[in-house]
């Protein structure tokens, strides 16, 4: 399970337009997100190992089931 190399590449943060970074969740934040997501994924256990954090505000969203989530309202603070 990974994020295409290419697509991280084109990837930015909606806020600066800055680059993202690949990094690793805490265990906390991954269940956090793992249980916001369970619904959405009708019964199939999302995997959220990752995030994307911003070089410049610092703020990470989520990689879910490898897909990145870009969306300002879904991002928090730290990992
Ligand atoms: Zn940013």
Redo the contacts with the bound molecule.
Sequence with gaps: MAVDQELLEILA?P??K?EVKLIPLTDQRRTVVRDKYREKFRGEEPVVEQGLQ?V??R?VYPVVSDIPVMLVDEAFDDA
């Design positions: 943060c806020i600066c800055e911003c410049k505000c703020r």
